[in-house]
């Protein structure tokens, strides 16, 4: 399928869909920095976003994304691009990116983290998270900061009371440092349990999201497809659609046809 397709298959699932994106950071490919491949390049970024925009979509933070969901399924047409962490490229690369397309977007911060050299990148990545500076600029753009934790542990693992603190301390401290309103939350590691989602009510957060297969339209468990550096358009656009599979073994061909064939199944459906 070409560009115009993928387009197109974008622009018929936005008449009745809507996304939550969740990236990590924007940067130059470079596996030997970057296994995991967290971070987007700036060109895919920029077709990512541009791909939206001619589909019609209208970009949100992801607070006003869930006000505009009330609780449930939200309307078609809605894309909200959130990153997790907090690492400096979400400044110095994405930030400038926002403001070339006058879009929003919302960062997640580990507030442990702030200031210190990025734990997930090699040091040849000369990579590092924000400084209290640098989150204030995004908050006077216009980007939404929310809470990532503390210490970055996996929420499924922990019960109410030690999920409310970090939930809270992450929250309190944030607010504090950059003096704005800090209503959403989110999973480290995507994962969440029961406990930690009545944390996030009780917390007083008006959503949390997790990410990959996991999730609903719940706000308290808010879907998000992972966008990697691994994604080109077509993975891109079949996460969000909702056929997308993983192409990580020998079966790759296979599943690829077979998850193209699913898309163009609901493009027919949708004509019809």
Request: aromatic share 8%; glycine share 10%.
């Amino acid at each position: 399928m070409t560009t115009r397709l993928w387009g197109e298959a974008l622009r018929r699932f936005g008449r009745h869909g809507s996304v939550v994106l969740c990236y990590h950071g924007v940067a130059a490919p470079a596996a030997d920095v970057d296994p995991g491949s967290l971070r987007v390049s700036p060109d895919s970024f920029r077709a990512q976003v541009e791909l939206l925009l001619e589909a019609g979509f209208e970009f949100l933070t992801v607070a006003e994304f869930v006000r505009r969901a009330r609780g449930g399924t939200p309307p078609p047409g809605l894309a909200a691009l959130s990153f997790d962490d907090g690492m400096d490229d979400n400044h110095s690369v994405v930030l400038p990116i926002l403001r070339d397309y006058g879009i929003p977007a919302t960062v997640y911060v580990i507030t442990g983290l702030i200031g210190m050299p990025n734990p997930w990148l090699s040091p040849g990545a000369h990579s590092r998270m924000m400084t209290v500076e640098e989150l204030r600029e995004l908050a006077a753009a216009g980007v939404e900061l929310g809470a990532h934790s503390v210490t970055h542990p996996d929420f499924s693992q922990l019960d109410r009371e030690t999920s409310l603190r970090e939930m809270v301390e992450s929250r309190d401290t944030l607010e504090r440092l950059t003096g704005a309103a800090v209503t959403t939350f989110a999973y480290p590691f995507c994962k969440y349990n029961a406990a930690s989602a009545a944390a996030a009510r009780e917390a007083g957060f008006d959503a949390a999201v997790t990410c990959w297969e996991r999730g609903s339209w719940d706000p308290y468990e808010l879907k998000r497809p992972l966008i990697t550096g691994r994604d080109g358009i077509p993975s891109f656009v079949l996460k969000i659609v909702g056929v997308y599979l993983p192409l990580f073994d020998n079966r790759g061909a296979r599943i690829a046809r077979a998850a193209t064939h699913g898309l163009r199944r609901k493009l027919r459906r949708g004509s019809e």
